[in-house]
């Protein structure tokens, strides 16, 4: 607009009678003209979207600030998984399950309750106890874990373990660690035992000595009142207490990286004659994932199914 006000000024004052100063006239009009014609057409918009803008521009700001919450929200993010049912297997209404593994083909179940505690071997698909040895009264037995020769069964409030020999069943040396005893679980290479609190120990598995402590975090918060546990894969798999979730643990810095909802695994019309979910167990040689609960009627093979990935 600006150019075609000049234009048409320079064309009122043409009048001029002068022939020299008319050809200066003319040839100006002509290059006006010229310039008017062969203008490139930027639109409003987009020139000013052409405009190099200061680096405290508030729309650009914005924008990247989305771009980073959208990233922290993506990283904050845990992969969630459901559950589809593979197998039901039948499981003993008395045993108040506090830790379960596979090897081999057969079940090894450690139960609870003072008076009612066991360390048993189980055959998955009938639930026949095969062979099982009964702790003393004063103890109240938790987790177990199975190592090549020995099982080693932790108590809750004692702070006195057992060690088995794997064959036998007969107790071959006790030990002792501060605190509670819960879930615990062994790589081949290390055992992890579970407090009760946000914390996992690692253990030498010759000596049951403590290495040391990680704290399960879920983002920033604590998750506490880890109570199972099974090593998968790679990871380690927690029940928390009083829910019907399994987190799954990096083992290298606790950081959650998925949470399995297993949600209505259990008929609402069982619920009333049994506690918690508790017990997890893994057959690595046929990738079979086993839950259970605190005097369940029924032990379940699962396939995970995700809900949401990372
Ligand atoms: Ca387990």
Known sequence: MKKRHQASGIR???TC???????????????????????????????DQAKP????????????????GAARAKARAVAEYGYRIVNRYPHDRTAFTQGLEYREG??????GLNGRSTLRKVKLETGE???????????????????????????????MGFVYDRDTLRTSRTFNYPG????????????????????LR?????????????????????????????WVKGEIYANVWQTERIARISPEDGRVVGWINLTGLLDEAERPQVDVL???????????????????????????VPVRSH
């Open 180 to 199: 509670e005893g819960w879930g615990l679980t062994n790589d081949g290479r290390r055992v992890y035992m579970s407090d009760g609190t946000a914390q």
């Open 278 to 304: 508790n017990g997890i167990a893994y057959d690595a040689a046929k990738d079979r994932l086993f839950v259970t609960g605190k005097l369940w009627p029924t032990l379940f093979e699962i396939q995970l």
């Open 106 to 111: 057969v079940l090894y179940e450690g139960t």
């Open 12 to 14: 009122r004052q043409a």
């Open 129 to 159: 106890v095969l062979q099982q040895v009964k702790l003393g009264n004063a103890f109240f037995g938790e987790g177990i874990t199975v190592l090549p020769h020995q099982i080693v069964q932790l108590t809750w409030q004692a702070g």
């Open 202 to 230: 690692r253990w030498d598995p010759a000596t049951l000595q403590e290495q040391q402590r990680i704290t399960v975090r879920d983002g920033s918060k604590e998750i506490a009142s880890l109570n199972e546990l099974e």
């Open 53 to 68: 803008r200061p680096q405290g521009d508030s729309r650009r700001g914005e924008s990247a600030g989305a771009v980073a």
């Open 17 to 47: 009678p002068t022939p020299s100063i008319r050809w200066i006239l003319l040839t100006l009009l002509a290059g006006a003209l010229c310039a008017t014609m062969f203008a490139p057409h930027v639109p409003a918009a987009a020139a």
